[in-house]
């Protein structure tokens, strides 16, 4: 149940009965050769709204330019700067937050935003702390990498063993090729799987990893694995969520 597809009115129907919502944020980056430069949102928005559809969850427009300066070196790149994602995080929870939401499930696409999404919960939590209005209900905010949930885990390893990598990966790329099957593209690549290693700025990143990816080998990726994944995550990420929620 996408939010931007309803009416006002059904938005006060649903909290009258639940609270919760599901806000998928990932990010606009570089996905070597052959992955999409949206990846990481559309992944997200994808599994969110299975998910939202199973468990009976509105989900929020995606947020899907995230922080990403470390692949500002390879074009089409776009990234918000940390405060700035935490203050559209919290502008996010506190406009819902108004209307009555009080739980708030984000399905993160993106390895790179984990540390300024957990900033941005803690300067919510320190803004109502602060407030001292005693007969507002309290919020609580949860982050949740769909590529880490068992199940996805599980299925990467048997899929991909180490090729799967950390950055352009299989499971990523496949799920967006069932996604958007027109977008499908193999190249060869070398080394066919990439190196790993660290890296501090988009300089320095593209230094290290020239073609964008680490660790991985994505021409493994097919649509089947994709719907696969796809599945799996949505499965996943609904219990998850619906076992959250009422905590």
Not at 48 to 69: C, D, F, H, W, Y
Not at 71 to 95: C, N, Y
Not at 163 to 171: D, L, R, V
Request: hydrophobic share 35%.
């Amino acid at each position: 149940m996408q939010l931007q597809l309803k009416t006002w009115q059904f938005v006060e129907d649903y909290l009258k009965t639940r609270t919760g919502i599901i806000i998928p944020i990932g990010s606009t980056e570089q996905h070597g050769p052959t992955g999409l430069i949206g990846t990481d949102a559309l992944t997200a928005e994808m599994i969110a709204r299975g998910a939202g559809e199973k468990a009976g969850a509105l989900v929020a427009p995606t947020i899907s330019v995230g922080m990403a300066q470390h692949h500002l070196a390879f074009p089409g790149s776009v990234t918000l700067r940390p405060t700035t994602l935490i203050a559209v995080v919290r502008d996010t929870v506190v406009s819902l937050a108004r209307h009555g939401f009080t739980r708030f499930y984000f399905v993160n696409g993106h390895g790179g935003n984990v540390a300024t999404v957990t900033a941005a919960f803690s300067e919510i939590y320190a803004e109502r702390s602060m407030e001292k209005l005693g007969n507002q209900p309290s919020i609580r905010c949860a982050l949740r990498n769909w590529w880490e949930s068992s199940g996805v885990k599980g299925l990467s390893r048997e899929l991909y063993g180490s090729a799967e990598g950390s950055h352009a990966t299989p499971s990523e790329v496949a799920v967006t090729w069932y996604g958007y099957p027109q977008t499908m593209q193999q190249k060869t690549m070398e080394p066919r799987i990439a190196p790993h290693g660290s890296f501090a700025d988009a300089e320095d990143y593209r230094r290290a990893f020239p073609d964008g990816r680490i660790g991985s080998d994505p021409n493994l990726a097919t649509p089947e694995h994709g719907k696969r994944i796809y599945e799996t995550a949505v499965e996943d990420v609904a219990r998850d969520y619906a076992a959250w929620v009422t905590r």
